[in-house]
């Protein structure tokens, strides 16, 4: 093997090592969930999580409805398509982040629409920039 060989050979070696060993590192930091305060405040009794949704007719179809009217509007973000919608007893709890305060106002008036005006908790977030 010539020496130009070599020193590439050598050189390539100690450039990987140097970039897994510091990619290892930054790895390794630990680093907190940004949901760590949200799942805090759901382990609450009061709190109302998606699992909690009804399996009955009417708060089955209510949920449907509302996911439609959310989904089919394109004006809205990823995030607000993805919100949680959580049926109880006919009463309706919104849940997750938007982008805006147009967002969660849109969101909820959809649901006042299907499930009625009292009938609505819009607990959605503002996500931050």
Known sequence: M???RRFTCITTA???ACVSSSFAVEQSAPVPA?????NVR?????????DQQSNSRGDVKITREI???IVHDKTLSTSAH??????IDGVVTLRGPVASTEEKAVIGEAAKKVAGVGKVDNQLEIAKP
């Open 2 to 4: 010539t020496n130009i």
């Open 34 to 38: 940004d949901d760590t305060g949200k």
């Open 82 to 87: 993805n919100v949680k919608i959580v049926t």
């Open 14 to 16: 100690l450039v990987l």
């Open 67 to 69: 996911r439609r009217k």
């Open 42 to 50: 759901d382990r609450s009794d009061h709190a109302v999580t998606a």
